[in-house]
């Protein structure tokens, strides 16, 4: 059963922009922490930017001043905003929700592909 939905991925130029939305039932949204991971071809996932609760967002070094997530209350979606993107940020990012304490601590998107390349 799909929980997250992911969408906005693609093919973008270096220096391009794209926007990735997650879409979760409001059980997952208002209880869990949303964030967003990558894994690149050949490599291990990797954290890019997730919400911890009651702190500021937490961001890979790799994409400080470069991404920025967001989330609407309203519409249950958590965006990543990806701006400057560059070749090395090519991969399969995948939204993800957490709550250690949950029966269910996990969730996983689909995960939606961004290739970065001219």
């Known amino acids: 059963q799909v929980q997250l939905v992911e969408s906005g991925g693609g093919l973008v130029q270096p220096g391009g922009s794209l926007s990735l939305s997650c879409a979760a039932p409001s059980s997952i949204f208002s209880f869990y922490d949303m964030g967003w991971y990558r894994q690149a071809p050949g490599k291990q996932l990797e954290l890019v930017a997730t919400?911890?609760?009651?702190?500021?967002?937490m961001y890979a070094d790799s994409v400080k001043g470069r991404f920025t997530i967001s989330r609407d209350n309203a519409k249950k979606t958590v965006y990543l905003q990806m701006n400057s993107l560059k070749p090395e940020d090519t991969a399969v990012y995948y939204c993800h929700a957490e709550r250690k304490t949950s029966p269910t601590p996990y969730y996983w998107g689909q995960g939606t592909q961004v290739t970065v390349s001219s």
């Open positions: 919400f911890t609760s009651g702190l500021a967002p």
